[in-house]
């Protein structure tokens, strides 16, 4: 079992004449804890949440997580003085037969699923992980000196007589910058806060904690979008990367489209057997109220699904006598019109065919051929391939044929 706590029990300080915790602000219509428990919620390695809270905004709490349907939260626990005394009671919250723990600031709303399940991975193999990301700014140290009052430069622009001067500049490649989650395995971290208790040791965060009792702690490369929002300004930048994910969610829902399409006919006597635009001798064809081709009408109606237009039947009913005895190409011409009225091409396409008989190998190319060029693509983005059910169900007693397709189209700006 894997609990996430997450912490949520500051007052925010930091974020200027705000009155209401930094946690409960808002980001593009949503509180930022309830960014953060959507992230939890919907990873599949989190098992359990754990909140941790001021007693006063429970009540603010219970209302984020129902609005943002979080199921996984088996605990809204009491914070105390310091973060780590909050950290404290939510690890004496968490069920005992928990085998790790992820301890993550509430206001880190931009972690990614793929940083969580590393943490996991890592603390199930070490014991401890902390994830941080290289820094990317010269640091120095810096002490304080004590300035001679008769240097009289030195006087008229440092009105005290201590000022903070540089000792040394550490080396950046060694320096990460630390963020959450911090993940442990639990009774392990459950044992250093109990010791760290009873000396009266507190860390700057979970990590340094493990370090003092000398444990290792496995370092996962996060990301610098993981921002802790403490500033007005780190607000606004919270912002402008939701907009970000949200334009870069669109984009990639609108350039790619994915749909499916499946057609079924009965064979008969005294039909022509068409698929793929082709007429295949046989003793059978398949029974419509256009040319019953089973293949065409699987590529429109994927087509159809990815523009999120229905089906063919929809746009081309079997109760219009117009369609009938009609080509299936001609119909797929049709839909491909309106798919580049869309402003969208045919990325590719991948059709079968379910016939016992009769054998449809020889054919293959040639359907590629009319199809693609239907569709205006080349025949190397169309893939037909035929099948038998092994004598199974009605295709294998040959009372019909049936066909599927998947078609990717493309947006072209």
Same mark, same amino acid.
Request: hydrophobic letters at 40%; charged letters at 25%; proline letters at 3%.
């Given at each position: 079992?894997?609990?996430?706590?997450?912490?949520?029990?500051?007052?925010?300080a930091?974020?200027?004449?705000?009155?209401?915790?930094?946690?409960?602000l %808002?980001?593009?219509? !949503?509180?930022? +804890?309830?960014?953060?428990?959507?992230?939890?919620?919907? %990873?599949?390695?989190?098992?359990?949440?754990?909140?941790?809270? !001021?007693?006063?905004?429970?009540?603010?709490?219970? !209302?984020?997580?129902?609005? $943002?349907?979080?199921?996984?939260?088996?605990?809204?626990?009491?914070?105390?003085?310091? &973060?780590?005394?909050?950290?404290?009671?939510g690890?004496?919250?968490?069920?005992?037969?928990?085998?790790?723990?992820?301890?993550?600031?509430?206001?880190?709303?931009?972690?990614t699923?793929q940083?969580?399940?590393?943490?996991?991975?890592?603390?199930?193999?070490?014991?401890a992980?902390?994830?941080?990301?290289?820094?990317?700014?010269?640091?120095?140290?810096?002490?304080?000196?004590?300035?001679?009052?008769? /240097?009289?430069?030195?006087?008229?622009? +440092?009105?005290?007589?201590?000022?903070l001067?540089?000792?040394?500049?550490?080396?950046?490649?060694?320096?990460?910058?630390?963020?959450?989650?911090q993940?442990?395995?639990?009774?392990?971290?459950?044992?250093?806060?109990?010791?760290?208790?009873?000396?009266?040791?507190?860390?700057?965060?979970?990590?340094?904690?493990?370090?003092?009792?000398?444990?290792?702690?496995?370092?996962?490369?996060?990301?610098?979008?993981?921002?802790?929002? #403490?500033?007005?300004?780190? +607000?606004?930048?919270?912002?402008?990367? +939701?907009?970000?994910?949200?334009?870069?969610?669109?984009?990639?829902?609108? *350039?790619?489209?994915?749909?499916?399409?499946?057609?079924?006919? &009965?064979?008969?006597?005294?039909r022509?057997?068409?698929?793929?635009?082709?007429?295949?001798?046989?003793?059978?064809?398949?029974?419509?109220?256009?040319?019953?081709?089973?293949?065409?009408?699987?590529? %429109? /109606?994927?087509?159809?699904?990815?523009?999120?237009?229905g /089906?063919?039947?929809?746009?081309?009913?079997?109760? /219009?006598? @117009?369609?009938?005895g009609?080509?299936?190409? #001609?119909l797929?011409?049709?839909?491909?019109?309106?798919?580049?009225?869309?402003?969208?091409?045919?990325?590719?396409?991948?059709?079968?065919?379910? @016939?016992?008989?009769?054998?449809?190998?020889?054919?293959?190319?040639? *359907?590629?051929?009319?199809?693609?060029?239907? *569709? !205006?693509?080349?025949?190397?983005?169309?893939?037909?391939?035929?099948?038998?059910?092994?004598?199974?169900?009605? #295709?294998?007693? $040959?009372?019909?044929?049936?066909?599927?397709?998947?078609?990717?189209?493309?947006?072209?700006?």
């Amino acid at each position: 079992m894997v609990t996430a706590i997450l912490v949520a029990a500051g007052k925010g300080a930091r974020m200027g004449e705000q009155t209401i915790p930094k946690q409960f602000l %808002c980001v593009e219509g !949503r509180p930022i +804890l309830g960014h953060t428990l959507r992230k939890f919620e919907t %990873c599949n390695a989190i098992d359990q949440i754990v909140l941790v809270i !001021r007693r006063r905004d429970r009540s603010t709490c219970e !209302r984020i997580i129902s609005e $943002c349907g979080a199921k996984k939260v088996t605990g809204i626990v009491e914070g105390g003085k310091e &973060r780590q005394d909050s950290v404290f009671q939510g690890l004496l919250h968490v069920q005992p037969q928990t085998d790790v723990v992820l301890i993550h600031d509430a206001v880190r709303m931009f972690v990614t699923e793929q940083i969580i399940v590393e943490s996991i991975r890592a603390a199930r193999q070490y014991g401890a992980s902390v994830v941080a990301v290289p820094v990317k700014d010269t640091i120095k140290q810096v002490g304080i000196r004590t300035v001679e009052r008769s /240097d009289q430069h030195i006087r008229e622009t +440092l009105p005290d007589n201590e000022a903070l001067f540089v000792v040394k500049t550490l080396d950046r490649k060694t320096l990460w910058q630390v963020q959450t989650p911090q993940t442990f395995q639990y009774q392990r971290i459950l044992e250093i806060y109990q010791k760290a208790q009873e000396l009266g040791i507190y860390g700057t965060d979970d990590a340094m904690l493990a370090e003092y009792f000398g444990y290792m702690v496995k370092i996962v490369r996060g990301t610098y979008r993981n921002i802790k929002i #403490t500033t007005p300004d780190d +607000l606004l930048i919270a912002q402008a990367f +939701l907009q970000d994910e949200r334009r870069i969610e669109y984009s990639i829902s609108i *350039m790619f489209r994915v749909g499916i399409g499946y057609d079924v006919h &009965r064979l008969v006597e005294h039909r022509k057997l068409i698929l793929g635009g082709v007429e295949i001798p046989f003793e059978k064809g398949l029974l419509g109220h256009s040319d019953a081709d089973v293949l065409t009408h699987a590529i %429109c /109606d994927a087509i159809l699904g990815a523009l999120g237009l229905g /089906d063919i039947g929809r746009h081309f009913p079997d109760s /219009d006598p @117009a369609y009938k005895g009609i080509s299936s190409l #001609t119909l797929l011409s049709d839909i491909v019109e309106r798919m580049h009225q869309k402003r969208y091409k045919i990325g590719n396409v991948d059709a079968i065919i379910i @016939a016992q008989k009769p054998r449809l190998s020889n054919y293959i190319e040639e *359907m590629r051929a009319n199809l693609s060029s239907v *569709m !205006r693509t080349s025949a190397g983005v169309v893939n037909v391939k035929a099948t038998t059910t092994e004598g199974l169900g009605f #295709t294998g007693t $040959c009372e019909g044929i049936a066909a599927q397709a998947i078609v990717n189209i493309v947006y072209c700006s």
